[in-house]
């Protein structure tokens, strides 16, 4: 069939059965595409990739060998040929057993031996090796069966590697490359840089250079593995980040681990089950370790945690393709800041959660968000509005794409985009204005306490159909709401009732109504402050509990200003106009005063 790999780390396994007495044979007889910054991995269950099982293939993309390689995206997870233990190598195409890792033959032992075709892998009696003095080409280098470490004779020296393939081995052994007393360059002229490290940790001292597009994996195995980048690099191009644990770590006072945009996608744990996303992430070790004008996209399966630094970015972005491991992995696609603080600066797609097809997930900022003085957030429907239920006054409950839940430190206007659910939980004292154009936003809930309040924040309603929901969260403030006709605030929780507390000094108009799904969950709502909330909505057909007022005055407009709660509480200070001037109307509160 076709083989189509859009993204992140793929893996093609291999079984045999019978304890390896039958055959296991899978044939790609149809087309092979490859996205940017994806990577194939031929595992054998057991066995041997091209002795059992067998991978054959007709598309030229998986048959043509350049240099003695299909790419240094192709991988084989394996038996290896010097040590016949399992272990990592780059694939080669064999007419007649197919896919297979490079044979000893194939391979060049020695950087001193080494042409700019050379396959370069140590052997064990030669862990430690230096690259020629003033620099050299090869054509992949291979790390595995020991304790690797690259020198370099002089901090200016290059390794430049032709095919773009740096490959750390599954065996438990750290690697180095250069030292941060002569830490030296590697590059390449390709295209995309494959740096593939499956077990513990490749330290990277040197500088990656090139026009090329970085991309960091743990092989397809996802078990710990770690990439650590230590020196300001200066690639120009889009970094990935597939299924590792990727750690910047720049401490030379200047420039940037990650130089422009930056991808993270989680991965499998040898194609036997999605790996967790502990294993998956991108992580701070100081602060400013990616650039400012970048775009950062988080997959599923993975996480960036910012580990109490500070960073600064132009956008984020969300997608949930990409998996979770079981339901101890759901919800984890995460960007955790701690004590320090992510601070976007794009103003017109500053934040987008997209192509959410994944059902299991949802996507979360949590910890300190800086955002700029106008700030847009555009969430799409999740599986496309499949996953929607159906309103008792017409309205589609979506399940959440976004949930901003922390402390937004920072912030002006924030534009609300996209026909998904956004939910604001967590807190800002900030004076925000939160304009929902399209879909809805969901308020709570807090990640510290039980109670999430956006109390200085101006929340508007700006077009018909758009939604606030309180989803079960209780004794949520907002500040002023506003709204227009066709709107809602509404509650959706089949098994809890919901109090939504509103008001401060800011008067403001709010001419939709209010709605509750369900008799067992019930839409309370409190108004406090000392500003006027003139209410032109009809809600009296609508399921409702009590209302309560304790701050100012509440104006129930003309005839069509109507209340459907059960209950009205007038507390102390608290005004009830009922605005009849030019249309007298009864029956206008729904229920006992």
Do not use: C
């Amino acid at each position: 069939g076709n083989l189509s790999l859009t993204g992140g780390s793929s893996v093609l396994r291999a079984n045999p059965g019978n304890t390896g007495i039958g055959v296991a044979t899978l044939n790609l007889n149809g087309t092979f595409t490859r996205a940017t910054g994806s990577t194939l991995t031929f595992v054998s269950g057991s066995g041997s990739v091209g002795a059992n099982p067998f991978f054959y293939a007709t598309a030229s993309g998986l048959t043509t060998n350049t240099n003695g390689i299909l790419g240094a995206w192709a991988i084989t997870n394996t038996t290896d040929p010097l040590t016949s233990g399992a272990n990592l190598g780059f694939a080669t195409y064999d007419p007649v057993v197919g896919i297979r890792p490079l044979s000893l033959p194939e391979l060049t032992s020695t950087l001193a031996a080494a042409t700019a075709t050379s396959n370069v892998r140590f052997p064990t009696t030669q862990a430690t090796q230096t690259v020629l003095a003033g620099g050299q080409t090869v054509n992949t280098l291979t790390l595995n069966g020991a304790a690797n470490t690259v020198n370099f004779a002089s901090g200016t020296d290059v390794l430049t590697i032709a095919a773009g393939g740096l490959l750390g081995g599954s065996d438990n052994f750290a690697r180095t490359i250069g030292s941060t007393a002569s830490r030296g360059v590697i590059s390449t002229s390709a295209s995309e840089f494959f740096i593939h490290n499956g077990s513990n940790t490749l330290t990277i001292n040197s500088a990656i250079a090139g026009t090329t597009s970085p991309v960091f994996t743990s092989g397809g195995i996802v078990g710990g593995a770690t990439i650590r980048l230590t020196n300001a690099n200066t690639y120009t191009g889009t970094a990935y980040s597939n299924g590792v644990i990727l750690l910047l770590d720049n401490q030379t006072g200047s420039g940037n681990a990650i130089t422009g945009n930056l991808a993270l996608t989680g991965g499998t744990q040898s194609g036997g089950e999605t790996g967790v996303t502990s294993n998956a992430a991108v992580r701070n070790l100081a602060s400013n370790q990616i650039a400012d004008s970048a775009t950062v996209t988080v997959r599923g399966g993975t996480l960036w945690d910012l580990n109490g630094f500070n960073e600064t970015v132009s956008k984020l972005a969300f997608n949930s393709q990409g998996g979770a491991q079981s339901t101890s992995n759901f919800g984890t696609v995460n960007v955790l800041t701690g004590i320090g603080t992510l601070t976007l600066t794009d103003t017109t797609d500053t934040i987008n959660a997209s192509n959410l097809d994944d059902v299991r997930v949802v996507p979360a900022v949590n910890g300190r968000l800086s955002l700029p003085s106008t700030a847009t957030i555009t969430v799409a429907q999740v599986a496309g509005g499949l996953t929607a239920v159906q309103g008792t006054a017409g309205q589609s409950n979506e399940q959440i794409g976004l949930a901003l839940n922390g402390n937004i430190v920072a912030g002006g206007t924030i534009n609300k985009e996209g026909a998904g659910v956004l939910q604001l939980g967590g807190y800002s004292n900030q004076a925000l204005t939160v304009n929902v154009n399209a879909g809805a936003v969901v308020l709570g809930p807090n990640t510290g306490t039980s109670m999430s309040s956006y109390a200085n924040a101006t929340l508007n309603l700006a077009n018909a159909g758009t939604i606030l929901d309180m989803r079960g969260n209780r004794n949520v403030a907002v500040g002023t709401i506003s709204a227009v006709a066709g709107t809602f605030i509404k509650h959706f929780n089949t098994a809890t009732g919901s109090t939504l507390v509103t008001g401060n000094s800011s008067s403001g108009t709010f001419a939709g109504t209010f709605v509750s799904d369900y008799t067992t969950g019930l839409l309370s709502v409190t108004k406090i402050g000392s500003g006027d909330w003139t209410l032109s909505g009809d809600s009296s057909g609508n399921l409702l509990n009590t209302f309560t007022i304790l701050g100012d005055a509440v104006l129930l407009d003309q005839s069509t200003g109507k209340l459907g709660f059960v209950t009205t509480n007038l507390g102390e200070g608290g005004v009830l106009t009922l605005n009849g001037t030019t249309n007298q109307v009864s029956d206008r509160l729904g229920g006992t005063t």
